[in-house]
């Protein structure tokens, strides 16, 4: 299954603490050791070559090897390595980036600042929900408002928004700040022969009630991903976004959309707002922003914001924020280029292009004796795994059934994430027909394989 016999096989498990992992596991598995890539395909230290599935963790929109981007980086380390982006510097390539994100930008949205990562362009939001509440004479609106199982990163901060248990077991307590109200996932929280629009309304009317439980005056801001990703893409119910935001506008709460996996063409809209009704007030985006080529994060603020911002920064002598390599030029020189390759691929009618079928194959695994439920949107899907249909009983954990099916396609060249009881999948946007047609035969093939084995 792995390299752990090779010299770097070794030396990466004596040095080497991998996040997101079993770290006594992996001392006795050892790394699967990837070499190169090739289009949407990677190679293993052996030349196994796989299917990226998952476009790495979601962010290798255009494969791994867009020559275009390698030189838009190789230019900019030439021309100017380095330039910081406080007190009134600036360089061509965050200028470019920051007008042609807002270009494309959902209505409203005016002004971008940059970050290496997804988890910290959550963080800059959530201190830009204080600064504009505090700057508008209501400090006392610092309480976040979030959803359970979502995902929106593993710094303290965007951890503690994180609606996952696994993100905050052995770490001591979320922020105190966050309340997490229902996922708005019918198959698990709709109650029975309830519709998608009687689903939407409770959810709306609970988080109504949340908001009063814990005082209008206390709640600055609500985080939420237009589709859930690392949760198990999981999709709103009709009207769920319209309702939400009715009663965030009715209690002066920001709306602040988490397009880290969703941005740049994943749902088939090239932003997930787009796709779900959502009029943010901030926008967070990352992963496609570079097609993984660099670490760059925006968040996009609107206009209403940034005045009330930008005269507090005049009260106050400055605005005290920033990073070192917030804005970096080599990262924007290859973000901006990504832009321009999907505008020149039209990747969103792309997506659209090659979604029906892969959203239809996946789907038609419902009927599978394992699956209880498959889902998804344009090249994002999940198939959930139940010990009964009927009942919707999960398997035990310990049988990790979801972890099963990933090695199985692991062995024969598929690259998907087991995620509990969910596999989900992400394939590179640029994937083509005949690539979506061999996933879903080996994902068809190793979910009979997993069947067999455990059928008495």
């Not at 004479?137 to 979030?146: E, V």
Request: hydrophobic share 45%; with cysteine.
């Amino acid at each position: 299954m792995t390299a752990r016999g090779s010299a770097l096989a070794q030396r990466d498990i004596a040095h080497h603490l991998h996040p997101q992992t079993n770290l006594r596991l992996h001392e006795e598995v050892g790394p699967l050791l990837m070499e190169r890539g090739e289009g949407i395909y990677v190679f293993d230290e052996q030349g196994q070559r796989y299917i990226e599935g998952m476009s790495g963790l979601w962010c290798a929109t255009l494969g791994f090897s867009q020559p275009r981007l390698a030189e838009a980086a190789y230019a900019q380390l030439l021309k100017l390595p380095y330039q910081q982006t406080f007190a009134h510097r600036s360089h061509g390539p965050a200028a470019e980036l920051a007008a042609m994100l807002i270009e494309h930008a959902p209505a409203g949205l005016t002004k971008a600042v940059f970050q290496s990562s997804g988890s910290e362009a959550v963080d800059t939001a959530i201190k830009f929900v204080r600064y504009y509440h505090t700057a508008i004479g209501k400090p006392g609106k610092t309480r976040l408002i979030a959803r359970q199982r979502s995902y929106h990163g593993t710094t303290l901060a965007a951890a503690s928004l994180t609606g996952l248990p696994n993100m905050h077991k052995g770490w001591g307590e979320p922020l105190a700040d966050v309340i997490h109200v229902r996922c708005p996932h019918l198959y698990r929280q709709g109650l029975p022969g309830e519709s998608e629009e009687a689903f939407a309304t409770r959810l709306a009317e609970e988080l109504e009630q949340a908001i009063l439980d814990a005082g209008p005056d206390t709640i600055g801001a609500f985080f939420a991903e237009p589709v859930m990703g690392t949760g198990g893409v999981i999709l709103p119910p009709a009207g769920y976004f319209a309702k939400v935001q009715a009663v965030l506008r009715k209690y002066d709460i920001l709306m602040i959309a988490d397009e880290v996996i969703c941005g740049f063409g994943r749902t088939g809209h090239y932003w997930g707002c787009d796709a779900m009704g959502i009029e943010p007030d901030m926008l967070t985006c990352a992963k496609g922003l570079s097609a993984a080529f660099q670490p760059i994060s925006a968040l996009l603020l609107s206009d209403r914001l940034y005045q009330v911002i930008a005269d507090q920064s005049q009260a106050l002598g400055g605005l005290g924020h920033g990073y070192t390599y917030g804005g970096h030029p080599v990262a924007a020189a290859v973000a901006l280029e990504t832009l321009k390759i999907y505008d020149e691929l039209d990747i969103v009618g792309h997506v659209r292009d090659v979604a029906p079928a892969f959203q239809a194959g996946v789907k038609a695994l419902a009927d599978h004796p394992l699956v209880g439920e498959a889902r998804g949107i344009g090249l994002m899907a999940a198939l959930e795994f139940v010990a009964d249909k009927d009942s919707r009983t999960p398997f035990p954990a310990e049988a990790k059934i979801a972890q099963q099916v990933s090695n199985a396609l692991q062995r024969n060249g598929i690259l998907l994430r087991a995620l509990g009881d969910t596999l989900v999948m992400a394939p590179p946007l640029i994937v083509d027909a005949e690539q979506i047609q061999t996933i879903l035969k080996a994902l068809t093939q190793a979910l009979d394989d997993v069947l067999a084995g455990i059928r008495p």
